[in-house]
C-alpha cells in the first residue's frame, strides 16, 4: 500500500497490451490470454481502489480492434459480457461507479445492455470510477466532439468565438473526467495507439515490459510510486512548481 504522504495520481489510465504474447509465450491460443487479461482487469481495479486512484480508465476495445480475426473479436465481445455480468455486483458491493467512452453505441446488444444496467446500478456512487473505454479511438472521439460542437453553436448554444479549450472539451466524451494524470502501457510498446490523445497532454507516462496478464498489483504500486517520485511542471520552470522555501 502506497504511504498516506504520497501522491496518487486522481486519474490513471491504462493501454492493457501483451495479452496475445503472453498466450503465445504458453502456445495456447490468444483468447485465453485475454481470459487471463480479464483477470488482471479485476485485481488492478481493486488495487487502484485500495491506493485511492478516484478514475480508473481501461482501454478495452479500440475502433482499430474490429480488424482482428473475427473468433478473437467474437470471444473479446464474449469475455466482456461475461466480465460485466459477474462484475457488476462487485462494482456495487465496492461503490464503484461504471462509465464507458467511445462510440459505445456500435458494440453488440447484449455487451450495450448490461452496460446499462451496471451504469444504472452504480450510477449514485461518487468515490471510485472504473471507465471502459470501448469502441475508443481518439481521432474518432475528436471528430464527434466538434461535430457536436458544430451543432451546439448552430443552436445558438455555444458562442463560436469562444476559443478556450474549456468550451471545447465539454464536447468530448470525457466532459465530466479529469485528464489523466498517469497513463501506463503494458508489454514493452511505447506507443500511445489513438488513445486519449488530447487528455494526456500533461499526462506522465509509465511503459513496462510486464504483459498485462502478468501485470500484478505489486506492479501497479510500482508505477504509483514511479509517479509520486516525478515533478510536472505544465510547461513551467522546476522553480515555478516548487518555489524554493
Ligand atoms: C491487447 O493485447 C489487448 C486487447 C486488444 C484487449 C484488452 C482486453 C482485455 C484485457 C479483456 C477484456 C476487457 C475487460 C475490461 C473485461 P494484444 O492482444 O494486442 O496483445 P499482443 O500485442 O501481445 O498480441
Known amino acids: 500500500m502506497t504511504p498516506a504522504s504520497a501522491k496518487i495520481p486522481t486519474h490513471v489510465a491504462i493501454i492493457m497490451d501483451g495479452n496475445g504474447r503472453w498466450a503465445k509465450q504458453r502456445k495456447l491460443p490468444r483468447i485465453e490470454g485475454h481470459r487471463r487479461g480479464v483477470e488482471t482487469v479485476r485485481s488492478i481495479i481493486d ?49 464503484v461507479r461504471l462509465l464507458t467512452i467511445g462510440r459505445t453505441e456500435g458494440m453488440p446488444e447484449t455487451v450495450r445492455t448490461r452496460l446499462a444496467e451496471a451504469k444504472k446500478a452504480t450510477a449514485h456512487f461518487t468515490g471510485h470510477t472504473l471507465i471502459l473505454a470501448l469502441n475508443y479511438g481518439a481521432r474518432t472521439e475528436i471528430i464527434d466532439a466538434a461535430r457536436a460542437y458544430a ?11 469562444d476559443d478556450s479549450w474549456e468550451s471545447f472539451s465539454r464536447h468530448l466524451y470525457t ?40 501485470f500484478s498489483k505489486e506492479e501497479f504500486a510500482a508505477a504509483l510510486a514511479n509517479y509520486a517520485s516525478r515533478e510536472r511542471r505544465y510547461g513551467l520552470t522546476s522553480e515555478q512548481v516548487a518555489p524554493a522555501k
Do not use: C
Open 47 to 95: 488495487a487502484a481502489r485500495e491506493h485511492g486512484v478516484k478514475y480508473l480508465t481501461l482501454y478495452a476495445f479500440s475502433v482499430e480492434n474490429w480488424k482482428r480475426p473475427e473468433d478473437e473479436v467474437a470471444g473479446l465481445m464474449t469475455l466482456l459480457d461475461y466480465f460485466l455480468k459477474r462484475e457488476t455486483k462487485t462494482l456495487v458491493k465496492n461503490k
Open 151 to 161: 451543432k451546439a453553436v448552430a443552436s445558438g448554444k455555444q458562442n463560436p468565438d
Open 175 to 214: 466532459a465530466d473526467i479529469p485528464d489523466p494524470d498517469l497513463v501506463i502501457r503494458t508489454s514493452g510498446e511505447t506507443r500511445i495507439s489513438n488513445f486519449l490523445l488530447m487528455q494526456s497532454a500533461y499526462a506522465e507516462f509509465i511503459f513496462t515490459p510486464v504483459l498485462w496478464p502478468d
